[in-house]
């Protein structure tokens, strides 16, 4: 149970489209409530899930082969973007953050809203609406 609390590297896909960059981190497990994205004044994207409640009412475990949470990864981004105004959501399993470019750099700390169980949005008006 203590290997839960070793940060997990979050392997990510991040695509470049007309006025905003698109990152996609497969994070299983986590809840909205867990999940914090944050830019930061210096052009970092950050990743974050802690896990509050792992393997709930389970007696014994014979297997663990893979484990959720906790999830970190730190991202330098390749443009300049708009923290304030990025739309975050989380479902399935994958955390998807769409940030729109801007002339500067916007830091924002983001939270997501909860929308059911293992699904959350974090809606920033950028004009995008979350997919």
């Known amino acids: 149970m203590e290997e839960q609390a070793k940060l997990q590297h979050i392997p990510v896909k991040m695509y470049r489209a007309e006025a905003r960059l698109m990152v996609a981190a497969p994070m299983p497990g986590m809840e909205a409530g867990d999940i914090v994205v944050e830019v930061t004044p210096d052009g970092r994207l950050i ?3 802690e896990l509050r409640a792992a393997l ?7 297997m663990d082969e893979w484990s959720i949470g906790t999830y970190h990864r730190e991202l330098t ?3 300049t973007v708009d ?5 975050v959501t989380y ?3 994958v955390l998807v953050v769409v940030l729109p470019t801007s002339e500067q750099f916007h830091p924002a700390r983001l939270t997501l809203d909860t929308l059911g169980s ?5 809606v920033g008006n950028s004009g995008f609406p979350p997919s």
């Open 56 to 62: 709930k009412n389970v007696k014994e475990l014979l």
């Open 47 to 49: 990743l974050h899930g």
């Open 91 to 93: 479902g399935n399993g």
């Open 77 to 79: 981004l390749p443009e």
């Open 118 to 122: 293992g699904h959350g949005e974090h």
């Open 83 to 87: 923290g304030e105004r990025a739309n």
